[in-house]
């Protein structure tokens, strides 16, 4: 399927204002550098995401400890995965300050800190507090970025890179859910939690290695006006993520021998004695100027905070926003609709499994190691078939999720293990979607504005996955079976397929505007 014309002018729109060509002449663009930061993203997201798809284990350690109803006990799950979604839009905002690095450590260790304290639990609510709010707050910090910054390392592979990185999620799951099994075996769940917690600590490993990327990073010289005592002061600014490291050197009219230091200091000149001078000045000049230096640190760490703001701001609010985006909306409510049906099947297959007597054959082959183990092909052969040139990646992502949804309606109807395997291997080829996903927004909204982007969707997906499973929970103690809330689900995720669908009149009615606002200027 060829991209439409509108397609074809979102991908043009794609990184306005930034120096394109010399950002792909970078080496670290689409190889060297950029390749760490896939796998510092692969890692992320076994940790975080494939954690979270193996939370069924500790689900039914939670029932058997807790004694709590099964709507009541989804809770704590659904909360660590929704929380970790819903924050999308406030990590947006540290994002935007502090760049990826510093806020994936912090999520690291908050999220660390979560599961250690949730080994205390003493009955649901304190789970609630410490592992669904703490760990699932630290999770959202660490998820974001590591989405975000393979999407400014790459061009021209984004879909296959985003397709590797994400494949964390399948492998994550698959290791995480046969760990935890391990563990609580072993050890208990409350040992598992603590033992996990550490594990968790790699986060902040991982955010190490997001150092900013190449169109962040700039070198300017800069005049500042005169300082007090008469001076004038020259800044070399360097621009990593929005900070800016000023080194001043004084400057004053007849002084040569400063006009030197200042000389040298630029061209890197290797005359010894020269250098010597070099260190008295400017050892006498941090002495005397060090509480001005601090004032000045104070003030660009201020700017900078403001600045991240009202870029931020500016993504929500205004003409520009991404709210004036009806496309993006329809992508949105689709999200909204669609991602219970990915949560709920990871959160209660266990039990299902339990309650149709299947317990040994999946005790052999879990049915959520099945989705996970072909959700790594389904995102790197969708993320490779979105990088074609013919290929529209909205296509593929639309085609995806009528899969997923026929497999949503199917999975209650298979009363045998290898039915539910079968339809499980097709549900996680098609949520292989998930990789083209920031392709998508990207397209739709440029690069500028996809970490705030990608935090609406993700914050859509995590009120999505809020309500799923313990609505489903909830059904079967009502109904004392589980097809209704597959049934629902598909309702829903029919609902949100339909309005991806409403696309091409959207695109249709966006390009009118502009050739009568363009014809109106004319």
């Not at 120096?19 to 796998?39: F, L, R």
């Not at 290797?270 to 000045?281: A, L, R, S, Y």
Request: with cysteine; aromatic share 12%; hydrophobic share 45%.
């Amino acid at each position: 399927m060829a991209t439409n014309e509108g397609d074809m002018d979102l991908k043009a729109e794609r990184g306005a204002g930034e120096p394109e060509s010399e950002v792909k002449s970078h080496p670290d663009i689409d190889g060297g550098w950029a390749w760490m930061i896939v796998m510092a993203s692969f890692i992320t997201h076994v940790l975080i995401m494939g954690s979270h798809m193996a939370l069924g284990v500790l689900y039914v350690e939670w029932l058997e400890e807790f004694k709590e109803s099964r709507g009541l006990t989804a809770w704590v799950g659904s909360l660590t995965i929704g929380i970790t979604l819903i924050v999308g839009p406030i990590i947006g905002l540290f994002v935007s300050t502090f760049g990826c690095r510093k806020t994936t450590i912090i999520g690291g260790l908050v999220t660390a800190l979560g599961w250690i304290l949730s080994a205390y639990a003493t009955n649901v609510y304190y789970l609630f507090m410490s592992f669904g709010l703490i760990a699932g707050i630290g999770s959202g910090m660490a998820y974001l970025p590591a989405v975000v910054m393979v999407g400014c390392y790459f061009q021209k592979r984004r879909a296959l890179a985003q397709g590797l990185s994400t494949t964390g999620t399948g492998f994550g799951t698959f290791l995480m859910t046969l760990l935890l099994k391990y563990l609580c075996t072993e050890y208990g769940w409350r040992n598992t939690m603590l033992i996990h917690g550490a594990v968790n600590l790699n986060l902040c490993v991982c955010g190490a290695l997001m150092r900013p990327p190449p169109s962040c990073t700039s070198t300017k010289v800069a005049l500042h006006p005169i300082e007090p005592g008469g001076q004038r002061t020259e800044s070399l600014k360097s621009e990593p993520s929005g900070h800016s490291i000023d080194v001043h050197w004084p400057k004053q009219q007849g002084s040569v021998e400063e006009e030197e230091v200042m000389s040298l200091s630029q061209e890197d000149a290797g005359d010894q004695e020269c250098e010597n001078k070099d260190n008295v000045t400017l050892e006498v000049i941090f002495k005397e100027k060090y509480p001005l230096r601090l004032v000045k640190a104070l003030s660009r760490m201020t700017n900078t905070m403001k600045t991240g703001f009202w870029k931020w701001y500016s993504s929500y609010i205004g003409d520009g926003s991404l709210f004036s985006n009806k496309v993006f909306i329809c992508l949105v409510l689709c999200a909204l609709f669609a991602y219970c049906s990915f949560i709920i099947p990871f959160i209660h297959l266990p039990e299902i499994v339990k309650l149709y007597g299947f317990e040994e054959e999946n005790d052999r082959i879990p049915l959520t190691s099945i989705i996970a183990i072909v959700h790594i092909f389904g995102k790197i052969f969708l993320g490779l078939a979105s990088d074609l040139p013919f290929i529209s990646a909205w296509n593929v992502y639309v085609i995806a999720n009528l899969a997923m949804c026929f497999c949503v309606f199917v999975l209650p109807l298979m009363h045998t293990f290898a039915g539910l395997a079968v339809v499980c291997a097709f549900l996680g080829f098609s949520s292989g979607y998930f990789s083209v996903l920031p392709v998508v927004i990207e397209d739709l909204v440029g690069l500028n504005h996809l970490a705030n982007a990608y935090g609406v969707i993700i914050c859509a997906n995590g009120i999505s996955a809020l309500l799923g499973p313990p609505v489903a929970g909830w059904m079967y103690d009502v109904f004392e079976n589980y097809d209704y809330s597959f049934y629902l689900c598909g309702v829903l995720y029919m609902a949100g397929i339909g309005c991806l669908l409403l696309k091409p009149c959207l695109q249709d009615q966006n390009h009118s505007e502009k050739k009568n606002s363009l014809t109106s200027k004319a």
